[in-house]
Each structure stands twice: as structure tokens, then as C-alpha cells.
């Protein structure tokens, strides 16, 4: 899970490598580095930030090649060794590597017989080696790519250069990402297009197994047999890549105060003449399949939880799993199942393991993404874009939201059920009123929550699986051990834990189970917890903490979710942590 950025031909390439790499730390942020011709090789890299590298980094720098790399450790700890760019042992070589070779114990030996040395631990260096190696035998570049493509095993973006032939620079992939960026006298690579639109609208995007050799004025791109690819040019909208910070002090909370637009961009681009805009083949593949399996990770895992209720309401099984554990043990309900796969960044590896078995047993399959040219994009049959503008904050926020007023959109729309859309319409003034009116208050239970060590969230239903999510996104930023209970569990177990003074978050959204929510409150008060209630002005009691609008039930996770990123946003804040960058993770989980 690390990001890359290459430039070939521009002037100064210094400040686009570290604005690129900044905006790509999002995918790794343990060490960082930066590698370039003049007069020889140079690289600079050190354990730490973006930042940090750019403090060491010379100001002028006369070249007009440059590569970077920002790292989330896999293989070898982060130490500056193992950080990239990484050298070939004759020097020949210079590298950086998105991915995991599995195959690198294999062929570490066969260099190591041939006299070969290595500094660090990386898989990475390893292939900087391998490059190394065929390139003196081969005593040509295109063709020592294709030898190394037959030979990696797992997944790689990778971006180097050669001591000899300081002009270009050469790609190849398969798993990660890696896009070109097209200029005029220039051209860039990066992990995502992100970095680059500041400099181009105009992208390439590489597909497993392809190659590229890029110049200031050409960019070549070949599969993996040497035959040139006549490659599409991708206009991409800057305003949904854009990494502008617009004012906010960090992206989550930026993130979290797009989640209105971003509902009603939902809106407006699948609903458009009073008709739903999905795929016609997409909804008839859907209505006759007999069971729809819901396939995500985190986030987007909470949010098939809600997704699978949805098409339940209209008549369809469903079941929902955890793609580490699917992967392991897939099964296949029902005669004629058909997956959905969930990945805001589109490129979580244990998705793309499970699509892989979702290919060989031909299963109908759909993903929901944010990410347009991401692997799951491209490689799944049918995908529906969320269109949420990029997610920067490691939290996923925005992209939740979407996610269930998609799947609450694309249920409805196989039965033409158009009531969703007001539903959703009024979801977007429950939100702005909580945008508005409770931040202060909800600030205050921040402050509240902030040195606690546990603490728990219960509801039922529509509102448990929002609290599964409010869990969550509560313990990846605040490091506040947290736990979401459905209340009806409570007294099978964990009311064991419920003792004087310890937090417990209470959602009564939903109008079926208010009333039992109400008396898990009482058992809970009554032990000493101190209880928080987030309630509808419908089903609300004197006391509550928060007591939003009233809106459809169904809708929890598009209305409210925002009350629980902005607790998790500003204990985080309160306690003094990176919101946007918590510890140990990265946004785009590309290993298993
Ligand atoms: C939590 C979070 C993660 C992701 C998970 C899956 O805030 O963001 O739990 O949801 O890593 O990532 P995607 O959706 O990109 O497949």
C-alpha cells in the first residue's frame, strides 16, 4: 500500500513529486523518498513524512526526471533501507514499487546465487535487481520488462529508471494502479490521477500486464508480448479529484461536510425525468437472480449490512460476508446469486481475491466504487460509480453515506419504487440541520468522551448497523476501545460490562424498536452508565442528547452517520491525533 509518482520532461519536477507524494500519503505514510538523474543517480529517503523528506531533499535540483515513492510497510520494517527508491547492487537500476511480489523469496535466491547483494528487506529490491540482471543480459529495456512480467508473482506498480538511459522512464503493472498523466514536453505517472490535474485532464490509465515506455514528448504502451497498445485518452473532472483542502482544517472534516452534496449528486445522476438511470441489463440481471451476496471490508462491509436489508424490503435474499472471510470460504447461496462487491478506493486486495473466485465460477457481479479506473472498476462486469469527489481522510465518511443512499436507490429500482428519492431528499435537511445546529453540543460530548478507555454504542436494526459503523470510525481515529451492541444482545452478554460512569451511545431512530431501545436505556442507566441518546423529534424523550428531524427509518446511515463522525472527528481532535492519517493504517488496502 504505497503511492508513486514519476515525471519525465518538466521543468523543476521537485515540486510536483512533493506535492504528488503528499496527496498520495493517504496511502502509506511510514517512510518516503525521492530518486533522480543528474549526473548519475541521486536518491534521498528517510523513516517519516512527505514533510520531513522535502526537508532534506536540495531546493534546486537541475533534471528532468524524477521519481518518488511514498511507503506503507509490507515486506521489512520501515527503516530508511528498506525505504524507496531502491538501487540495483551494479547501480544500473532505480525503482519504486506499489504491491506485494509473492514469488520474491524464489527470486531472491536464484540472484543471490548469481553473486548478487542486497541492503534491505524489500521485495522491492529484489526486483530492482531482477531488472538489473536480464537488462545486462538482455542489453534492452522493453524486453527485460517483459522477462520480469513473466517471472513476478502478486501485485506491482512499478515506475524506474536506468543509469543509461536517462530519457525515459518505464512502467509496468498488474494489481496496483498506476496512471499516466499526458503533458505537453512532459508526461507523469502516479498511483491515482490525483497528483496530476493540476498539470493535465488528459490520463492514460494502464491495464495488468501492460508496459510503458514515456519520454518528455511520447508515451508508449505495449503488452506484455511487445505488441503496441493503441490506448484510450481518459478526460478525468478535476472537481472530483481534486485535492483542495477548500478552508478546512482536514480533509475528514471536509469529507463529512460534503456528505449533503454528495448525496444529491446521487440523486440527481441516477434519477433524472423521473426515472431511475441505472443499466436496464444491470436491473433485469438483478431481478432474476434469487440472492444477492454483499461482499466489502470495514466501512463498506457496514454499509452492505444496510444494503442487503434494502433489497431484502424488495423481496430479495441477501447475505452479507466479509471478503477476507468469503475469500477463504466462499460460498454461493441460492441457484442464481449474484455479488455485489463494495470498495470506495476500488483496489482493497481481499476484493480483488474474491472477485478472482467470483470469475471462475461465472457469477454475475456488480461493484460499487468511488474510484473510476480502479481495478474492481475495470475488472467487474457491471460498476456503479458513487461519484463522492475523491476521500482523502483515511475515515471513510462520504463515501459510507453514498454507498447506502445507493443501494437505497438501486433496491428501489427494481420494483420502479420512486418514494426513495423523497426519502433521501429529506435525509439531505436532517443532515444540513445537524451540520448547522448540533456540532457545539456534539463537540462538548467529545470533550466528555475523550479520556475514556471504552465505551459502547447500541441500536436495533437500521440503527445497530450504524452504530457498527459509529464503533468503528470512533476506534480507527480516537484509539477509544469501542464495541456496537444490537440492544436486543445486551442481556445475552455484554451488560456484564456496563458499570458506573461508562459511555454508552444510544441511536432510537426507528419507530418498531424505540420502545425496546427505551428499555435497554433504563437497564444501562441503571447500572451507571452514563447514556448518550440520539433520537428522532418523533420518538424523542426529555433528556436526549441529540434529537434530529424526523425522516425515513430506513435512512438512518444517510441521515445521522454524520453525528458519528463528527464525535469521532472531534475526540480525535480533543485528544491532539493525526484525524486524517490515524496510526498503523493506509486508505487503500492493497494486501491481503
Ligand atoms: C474505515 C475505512 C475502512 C475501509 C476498508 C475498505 O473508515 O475506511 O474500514 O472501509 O478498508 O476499503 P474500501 O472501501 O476502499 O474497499
Known amino acids: 500500500m504505497c503511492g508513486i509518482v514519476g515525471s519525465i520532461g518538466l521543468d523543476k519536477p521537485r515540486n510536483y513529486i512533493?506535492?504528488?507524494?503528499?496527496?498520495?500519503?493517504?496511502?502509506?505514510?511510514?517512510?518516503?523518498?525521492?530518486?533522480?538523474?543528474d549526473n548519475g543517480i541521486k536518491i534521498y529517503k528517510d523513516v517519516g513524512s512527505v514533510e520531513h523528506?522535502?526537508?532534506?531533499?536540495?531546493?534546486?535540483?537541475?533534471?528532468?526526471?524524477?521519481?518518488?515513492?511514498?511507503?506503507?510497510?509490507?515486506?521489512?520494517?520501515?527503516?530508511?533501507?528498506?525505504?524507496?527508491?531502491?538501487?540495483?547492487?551494479?547501480?544500473?537500476?532505480?525503482?519504486?514499487?506499489?504491491?506485494?511480489?509473492?514469488?520474491?523469496?524464489?527470486?531472491?535466491k536464484f540472484l543471490l546465487e548469481k553473486g548478487y547483494q542486497f541492503y534491505g528487506e524489500t521485495d522491492s529490491e529484489i526486483v530492482a535487481n531482477l531488472l538489473e540482471y536480464y537488462y545486462l543480459e538482455l542489453k534492452d529495456l522493453?524486453?527485460?520488462?517483459?522477462?520480469?512480467?513473466?517471472?513476478?508473482?502478486?501485485?506491482?506498480?512499478?515506475?524506474?529508471?536506468?543509469s543509461d538511459s536517462k530519457d525515459n522512464l518505464y512502467i509496468f503493472k498488474k494489481g496496483s494502479p498506476l496512471v499516466v498523466g499526458l503533458g505537453k514536453g512532459f508526461n507523469l505517472v502516479a498511483s491515482d490521477a490525483s497528483p496530476m490535474v493540476e498539470f493535465t485532464t488528459e490520463f492514460i490509465e494502464i491495464n495488468d500486464e501492460e508496459y510503458g515506455v514515456i519520454n518528455k514528448d511520447k508515451v508508449s504502451i505495449f503488452d506484455k508480448n511487445g505488441n503496441v497498445l493503441d490506448k484510450d485518452v481518459i478526460e478525468k473532472d478535476i472537481e472530483l479529484i481534486s485535492h483542495d483542502l477548500k478552508g478546512y482544517p482536514h480533509y475528514m472534516l471536509k469529507e463529512i461536510e460534503e456528505i449533503p452534496q454528495t448525496v444529491n449528486r446521487i440523486i440527481n445522476h441516477y434519477f433524472i425525468n423521473n426515472e431511475f438511470q441505472f443499466d436496464k441489463k444491470l436491473i433485469k440481471d438483478l431481478n432474476e437472480s434469487d440472492h444477492i451476496i454483499f461482499i466489502g471490508c470495514g466501512t463498506s462491509y457496514h454499509a452492505g449490512?444496510?444494503?442487503?436489508?434494502?433489497?431484502?424490503?424488495?423481496n430479495k435474499s441477501a447475505s452479507r460476508f466479509i471478503?477476507?472471510?468469503?475469500?477463504?470460504h466462499p460460498t454461493f447461496p441460492g441457484r442464481k446469486p449474484f455479488i455485489i462487491l463494495i470498495s470506495q478506493s476500488g483496489e482493497t486486495a481481499d476484493l480483488i481475491h474474491c472477485l478472482k473466485i467470483i470469475k471462475e465460477q461465472k457469477l454475475k457481479n456488480l461493484v460499487i466504487t468511488n474510484t473510476g479506473g480502479s481495478t474492481l472498476d475495470r475488472n467487474c462486469e457491471y460498476s456503479i460509480l458513487l461519484r463522492s469527489g475523491i476521500e482523502v481522510s483515511v475515515a471513510s465518511t462520504k463515501a459510507y453515506v453514498a454507498q447506502v443512499a445507493l443501494f437505497a436507490m438501486l433496491a428501489a429500482a427494481l420494483e420502479n419504487d420512486k418514494t426513495v428519492v423523497d426519502d433521501l431528499r429529506q435525509s439531505i435537511d436532517v443532515i444540513n440541520d445537524i451540520?448547522?445546529?448540533?456540532?457545539?453540543?456534539?463537540?462538548?460530548?467529545?470533550?466528555?468522551?475523550?479520556?475514556?478507555?471504552?465505551?459502547f454504542f447500541?441500536?436495533?436494526?437500521?440503527?445497530?448497523?450504524?452504530?457498527?459503523?459509529?464503533?468503528?470510525?470512533?476506534?480507527?481515529?480516537?484509539?477509544?476501545?469501542?464495541?456496537?451492541?444490537p440492544g436486543g444482545e445486551l442481556k445475552h452478554g455484554p451488560i456484564a460490562l456496563i458499570e458506573k460512569g461508562l459511555p454508552v451511545i444510544v441511536f432510537v431512530t426507528d419507530p418498531d424498536t424505540a420502545s425496546s431501545m427505551r428499555g435497554n436505556i433504563e437497564e444501562v442507566k441503571s447500572r451507571g452508565a452514563k447514556v448518550y441518546v440520539v433520537s428522532t423529534e418523533k420518538l424523542a424523550k426529555e433528556g436526549d442528547t441529540i434529537i434530529v428531524k424526523n425522516y425515513a427509518f430506513y435512512l438512518s446511515s444517510v441521515a445521522i452517520s454524520s453525528i458519528a463522525f463528527y464525535l469521532a472527528y472531534y475526540v480525535a481532535l480533543a485528544k491532539g491525533l493525526n484525524v486524517d492519517k490515524p496510526r498503523n493504517l493506509a486508505k487503500s488496502v492493497t494486501v491481503e
Not at 142 to 162: D, M, R, V
Not at 435 to 446: D, G, L, Y
Open 18 to 37: 512533493s506535492k504528488g507524494l503528499k496527496m498520495l500519503d493517504y496511502r502509506g505514510y511510514d517512510s518516503a523518498g525521492v530518486a533522480y538523474f
Open 53 to 108: 523528506l522535502f526537508t532534506i531533499v536540495p531546493e534546486h535540483i537541475d533534471t528532468n526526471l524524477m521519481i518518488g515513492h511514498t511507503r506503507w510497510a509490507t515486506h521489512g520494517a520501515p527503516n530508511k533501507n528498506n525505504t524507496h527508491p531502491h538501487i540495483s547492487f551494479h547501480k544500473k537500476i532505480c525503482l519504486v514499487h506499489n504491491g506485494v511480489i509473492e514469488n520474491y523469496k524464489e527470486l531472491k
Open 142 to 162: 522493453p524486453k527485460t520488462i517483459e522477462k520480469i512480467i513473466s517471472l513476478l508473482e502478486g501485485s506491482y506498480a512499478i515506475c524506474f529508471f536506468a
Open 305 to 314: 449490512l444496510v444494503g442487503g436489508r434494502y433489497f431484502e424490503k424488495y
Open 323 to 328: 471478503a477476507s472471510e468469503w475469500a477463504f
Open 435 to 455: 451540520q448547522n445546529n448540533f456540532k457545539p453540543i456534539i463537540q462538548s460530548v467529545a470533550e466528555e468522551l475523550k479520556d475514556q478507555k471504552n465505551l
Open 458 to 485: 447500541f441500536g436495533r436494526s437500521f440503527d445497530y448497523f450504524l452504530s457498527l459503523e459509529a464503533s468503528l470510525k470512533l476506534k480507527e481515529i480516537s484509539y477509544i476501545h469501542s464495541e456496537a451492541v
